[in-house]
């Protein structure tokens, strides 16, 4: 079913558009909408948000759920924070490989204004302010220019929500095409488990090496790949090794045939995370 991914900051008015989008996609459709959330799994925010662990566990439950609901008949919507870029390029694959399409709703508020909400609002649903800072210093906005953050609808405090461009999006849209890195494969032989490992770790060595003498904008050549690293900026290990984390984990999960499309698809999702 198709799927809504909500965005924003903390307290940025989320489950409010998100139980608008529900009364209206109930009342003009006869599909059934299901709202995943922190609040129907009970979250409790701030112990969750103040431990990496517990919210990497959150995240993946939450994943787990909106891939259980997913069909191709009614609407879910995941009304969580999902600041995580890689996060939400996770809900992409997840989309493509259901078939179905998806849309961003992104609740834009300024740190102050959604930082006055939260002081507001009842103590039981207040984020302490320190959770609430860093989650703001955290967010990583989506782009509209990422495949995963797209079609990408912004909303601000006083918009009118545009249910019927938000309708379209999700029905008048074909879903994604499959392609090689999202149709599911049995996991091939321990061999491209040994190529991807050393495959990406070549390309962050060629990375960190060319660093030294490069400048930001400069395209830097990696091994095995036709395509080319565009750094905007200085990017340390650290970063590179959790994108490397990452991207191992997806594409053990959807291997491709083609070892030799690794370093390239590597490329291409350095690129995408890092401008
Ligand atoms: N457009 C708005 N104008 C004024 N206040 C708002 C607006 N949207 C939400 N609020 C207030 O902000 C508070 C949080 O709203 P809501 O629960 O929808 O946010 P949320 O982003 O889902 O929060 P959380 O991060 O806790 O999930 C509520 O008390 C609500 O009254």
């Not at 997913?70 to 609407?75: E, G, L, T």
């Not at 079609?151 to 090689?180: C, G, H, M, W, Y």
């Not at 095995?224 to 905007?232: Q, Y």
Request: charge should be neutral; include cysteine.
């Amino acid at each position: 079913m198709p799927l809504i991914v909500m965005c924003g900051y903390p307290c940025s008015g989320k489950s409010r558009r998100a139980e608008e989008l529900k009364v209206y996609f109930e009342e003009s459709t006869e599909r059934k909408v299901h709202i995943v959330g922190d609040g129907s799994l009970g979250v409790e925010k701030n112990t969750v948000y103040a431990d990496s662990q517990k919210e990497k566990n959150v995240r993946a439950s939450l994943k787990a759920e909106v891939e259980r609901k997913v069909n191709k008949d009614d609407i879910v919507i995941l009304d969580s924070l999902n600041y995580i870029k890689g996060y939400r390029y996770e809900l992409f694959c997840l989309i493509k490989h259901a078939q179905t399409p998806h849309c961003l709703v992104y609740s834009l508020t300024s740190h102050e204004e959604s930082s006055l909400w939260n002081t507001n609002r009842d103590a039981a649903d207040q984020y302490n302010q320190d959770i609430f800072d860093a989650l703001v210093q955290r967010f990583e906005a989506p782009d509209s220019r990422n495949r995963w953050d797209s079609p990408l609808f912004t909303i601000l405090k006083d918009d009118t929500l545009p249910v019927e461009a938000i309708s379209d999006a999700l029905f008048k849209r074909k879903a994604p095409p499959p392609n090689q890195s999202t149709q599911s494969q049995p996991l091939s032989s321990a061999n491209f488990l040994y190529e991807l490992d050393k495959i990406t770790q070549d390309v962050l060595m060629a990375i960190f090496n060319a660093q030294k003498t490069s400048v930001p904008g400069d395209l830097i050549a990696v091994p095995g790949a036709s395509e080319k690293i565009e750094l905007t900026r200085n990017v340390n290990m650290a970063e590179l090794r959790k994108l490397r984390r990452q991207f191992i984990s997806y594409t053990k999960l959807h291997p491709t045939e083609n070892t030799g499309q690794i370093a390239n698809m590597f490329v291409q999702y350095l690129n995408k995370s890092l401008h």
